[in-house]
């Protein structure tokens, strides 16, 4: 085994604990994940039953790009409904440079947010994909501080990737080998095994009611036997677009030293695009995404 492997070459804000990079090629990814996402829920950037007005808050934690944030946004606006949304996020990288003077953004942890002037502020708050940024203590720390800054009677909406059913998308030896690899390094951040459980469970304990998950199988590849099998455009993945998840996760790879599956940066790229032609030869890889909604209750409840 190498000791000395490779350094990766994207900008990571915490490879300690958050396993995605922060940067332009980064930023690329999750836009054109976001539209598969916002295609996969049937067009919609909510499934939480809200009633928002002027002038209410909004709070999107991990933003990133802040792109869902604008549409949303926008959305509103375009049906009389001006919002005033914070968009948080623990690096500032991925911010746009232009946007909307009602739509705010600075870097907070969800997992320590302004007290006590954001609490009982906000009727909606959304976070999408913290799935390699929280293990058990941070994500029930995160969702102890997103209920205290709802208002009475409002709602929270995450968004996650069941990225542990890694057999969903194992459809040869290399993904196999791929999934095995990150099933260690998940076993070593904490990653969280079953949202679907998990999270309603840590959301009612946290106080929330009216809580349910919203599952949705996103299809992955298929390219080489149906042209027409989704793609990103439309409610799954392509496979080079899964495969660009998890050559982002290289960083975190090599400064664990690969798990004795890849010795070097190189290797883990060359596993990456090994398993992508077997996501494109086969359509039985899939992966799954949950909304889970919660309400926190009125103050008369």
Known sequence: MNNQPSRPDRFY????????????????????????????????????????????????????????????????????????????????????????????????????????????????????????????????????ELYRVLKPGGWLELVELQARDVGSWSVGPNSARLGALLGTLFDAKGVIEDFSVYLPEILQEAGFVNVKCEPRRASVGGELLDDTFPSHTKTGYESGMLGDLWAAMKGPVVESGGYGIVDTAEEYEALVKASVREWKASKEAYTTFYAIVGQKPMADD
């Not at 049937?42 to 939480?48: F, I, N």
């Not at 914070?86 to 942890?109: G, L």
């Not at 007290?115 to 058990?136: I, K, M």
Request: proline share 5%; net charge neutral.
């Open 13 to 144: 804000a915490s490879s300690r604990q958050y396993l995605l990079p922060a940067d332009k090629m980064e930023t690329k990814r999750l836009d054109k994940q976001h539209d598969m996402l916002t295609a996969l829920f049937g067009g919609s950037l909510s499934v939480a039953p809200t009633h928002l007005t002027t002038g209410d808050r909004v709070l999107e934690s991990a933003a990133g790009s802040g792109i869902w944030a604008l549409q949303f946004f926008e959305r509103n606006r375009a049906k009389g409904i001006t919002l005033d949304i914070k968009c948080i996020d623990m690096s500032s990288a991925q911010f746009p440079a232009n946007h909307p003077t009602q739509v705010h953004f600075s870097v907070n942890s969800v997992a320590n947010l302004p007290d006590p002037e954001w609490s009982d502020t906000f009727s909606y708050a959304h976070q999408r994909l913290l799935v390699g940024a929280a293990n058990d203590s941070l994500w029930r720390t995160a969702v102890a």
